[in-house]
């Protein structure tokens, strides 16, 4: 079984419009949660760390549900350019080494 | 941004090249990482680098060969690659040896990547 697991989509919506995207995970030691965004042809970055107690930054809202071990990232007034590959990463503690999905890709339609 | 640098952007090489990927972080970090990002898959570790020392290295084939020659430096040699090998080799760095957990120290920045192509 794959350690992380998402939708490869593609998601394609409107603008204004608002998408969710999931991810499970396999390994229950698994710590530390963070959504990766990539652009064609460039490189992942950072887009949010995700915590037990759900977080939001603007329009994202990101959450995780230990029991069922998935991750969710919620984009709300979708915009041209959050149009991207949303990359789902998990981390075991004490380990250097993130695990990363095959990644979502959202298109933001005009 | 410039906070870690990859060199060269694209690299094409036949089969019996040797040819070397090089890394730089100007951030300060304590680890590097190299990773390959083929089509359709996601992103696999192939080494990381902490405190200048291997700490990973995840069943490699030995063409490719990294060395770190101190904390801000990483290089990727590669020797008779196969067109298999062919994908998007991925630098990045991080604050974070490992050794505990802090979520901070965990988020990886990465380079702009090197397009590789084996004939």
């Known amino acids: 079984r794959k350690e992380v697991e998402q939708d490869p989509g593609p998601f394609n919506v409107p603008e204004g419009a608002t998408v969710a995207f999931n991810c499970t995970y396999s390994?229950?030691?698994?710590?530390?949660f963070f959504w990766y965004r990539q652009d064609c042809r460039k490189e992942p970055k950072l887009l949010m760390s995700?915590?037990?107690s759900g977080n939001e930054d603007g329009r994202f809202t990101a959450q995780l549900n230990r029991a069922s071990q998935y991750i969710s990232l919620l984009i709300r007034d979708s915009k041209l350019s959050d149009s991207a590959t949303y990359l789902c990463?998990?981390?075991?503690?004490?380990?250097?080494?993130?695990?990363f999905g095959t990644g979502t890709r959202l298109t933001v339609i005009p | 941004e410039t906070g870690v640098t990859q060199t060269p952007r694209h690299l094409v090489m036949g089969m019996t090249n040797k040819k070397s990927l090089k890394c730089e972080q100007h951030?300060?970090?304590?680890?590097m990482y190299w990773y390959k990002q083929s089509a359709k898959k996601p992103l696999e570790l192939m080494f990381v680098?902490?405190?200048?020392?291997?700490?990973e290295n995840n069943s490699v084939p030995s063409r490719f060969s990294p060395e770190c020659p101190n904390s801000s430096h990483l290089f990727l040699h590669l020797h008779t690659l196969q067109p298999e090998d062919s994908a998007l080799y991925l630098c990045?760095?991080?604050?974070?040896?490992?050794?505990?957990?802090?979520?901070?120290?965990?988020?990886?920045?990465f380079g702009s990547g090197t397009q590789l192509s084996v004939l």
């Open positions: 990045a760095s991080s604050q974070d040896t490992g050794r505990g957990w802090s979520a901070t120290n965990e988020k990886l920045f």
């Open positions: 390994n229950s030691a698994s710590q530390s």
């Open positions: 995700v915590y037990s």
């Open positions: 990463v998990v981390k075991k503690a004490g380990a250097n080494n993130l695990f």
């Open positions: 951030l300060g970090h304590n680890a």
């Open positions: 680098y902490s405190l200048e020392e291997r700490v």
